[in-house]
């Protein structure tokens, strides 16, 4: 398994601004993933983050609104940029080694007001 | 393109009891992998098992185990002696490989004292 930490675990942003998400692993990683999982729902694959490479985007999610950095097999950033009430959902990092085995981090809690 | 159905949005079952939870998937493919992942409250995502699907025995995790049915596309998931830190939302997933992780919309599951 992975010991995954995300950072912040939660947070209220006013709408407009920008929030930067860290994932941070206890060991290296093949694969890191962004998702994201709004209110009561299932899990919506935003992006592969890519180490030393343009991460890698899902219908309908753009590299200007949310910018992924993957700058060591151990870290990943995503940011959410101009922020919307729409935006509010919870921000998931997860990792794998083998394709078949990701692990979840703890999540970031976002709400936009 | 390939599809994840839970059928049960929500089910309630007394401790000790067992109950299986429904997932039926859409794919052409041969060569994939199925999950089920649990999401207690505000707590991190776990993966409970995971089957491949070239293996015909049915996977098994302690009081977890499923019933594959592959030509039905059907991947049922099992919890015997059912306990209360059992409650949670349990997702089912799909992965062709290799590829991205594609969950269903999840069944939230009430263990009552």
Request: glycine share 4%; net charge neutral.
């Amino acid at each position: 398994s992975a010991v995954i930490s995300q950072k912040p675990s939660r947070d209220i942003c006013q709408r407009g601004t920008s929030l930067t998400i860290q994932c941070q692993v206890d060991s290296q990683v093949t694969m890191m993933f962004w998702y994201r999982q709004q209110p009561g729902q299932s899990l919506t694959l935003i992006a592969t983050a890519n180490q030393g490479s343009e991460a890698t985007y899902e219908s309908g999610f753009v590299i200007d609104k949310f910018p992924i950095s993957r700058p060591n097999l151990t870290f990943s950033t995503l940011t959410v940029s101009n922020m919307s009430p729409e935006d509010s959902s919870i921000y998931l990092c997860s990792v794998a080694r083998v394709s078949y085995e990701q692990y979840f981090g703890p999540g970031t809690r976002l709400t936009v007001t | 393109a390939q599809t994840v159905t839970q059928s049960q949005p929500e089910m309630s079952v007394q401790e000790a009891e067992t109950v299986t939870l429904s997932c039926t998937y859409d794919t052409s493919e041969n060569n994939y992998y199925l999950f089920w992942y649990k999401q207690p409250p505000s707590r991190q995502m776990i993966l409970v098992i995971r089957q491949e699907a070239y293996k015909q025995q049915n996977a098994t995790e302690n009081r977890f185990s499923v019933n594959f049915q592959k030509a039905a596309k059907s991947f049922s998931l099992k919890i015997s002696d059912s306990q209360l830190g059992d409650t949670a939302m349990y997702f089912c997933a799909f992965m062709n490989v290799p590829d991205k992780i594609i969950f269903g919309k999840g069944t939230r599951l009430h263990i009552l004292p």
